[in-house]
């Protein structure tokens, strides 16, 4: 079994900077792509960015594009979702989802592509 804890949220100015952490555990983390979503309320869960396996691969949503930046630590078993210059619409609950197979090649987008998720963290950005 795999689990994932994300933390890092909080409330912040628009303009400000959070950077999200999901740890894992139960299995080799290193072997999977992992990535970010967010659900804000009333809406549905949208892709946010993906990571690969080995971290050399990075794709993002054009909505946050140029402002967040996905990396990831194997030795941590960790990725970190930096967030910088946020905006109200970036408030949302955030989950980190893992992929299903190890060593994907082509990021994933869609939900159904990742087989593991965290409980989420709340991001409240204020205008």
């Known amino acids: 079994q795999v689990q994932l804890v994300e933390s890092g949220g909080g409330l912040v100015q628009a303009g400000g900077s959070l950077r999200l952490s999901c740890a894992a555990s139960?299995?080799?983390?290193?072997?999977?792509?992992m990535g970010w979503f967010r659900q804000a309320p009333g809406k549905e869960r949208d892709f946010v960015a993906a990571?690969?396996?080995?971290?050399?691969?990075?794709y993002y949503a054009d909505s946050v594009k140029g402002r967040f930046t996905l990396s990831r630590d194997n030795a941590k078993n960790t990725v970190y979702l930096q967030m910088n210059n946020l905006k109200p619409e970036d408030a949302a609950v955030y989950y980190c989802?893992?992929?299903?197979?190890?060593?994907?090649?082509?990021?994933?987008?869609?939900?159904?592509?990742?087989?593991?998720w965290g409980q989420g963290t709340q991001v409240t950005v204020s205008s």
């Open positions: 139960g299995r080799t983390f290193s072997s999977y792509a």
């Open positions: 990571i690969s396996w080995s971290g050399s691969s990075t």
């Open positions: 989802a893992a992929d299903q197979r190890p060593y994907t090649v082509a990021l994933a987008t869609t939900h159904n592509r990742y087989a593991y």
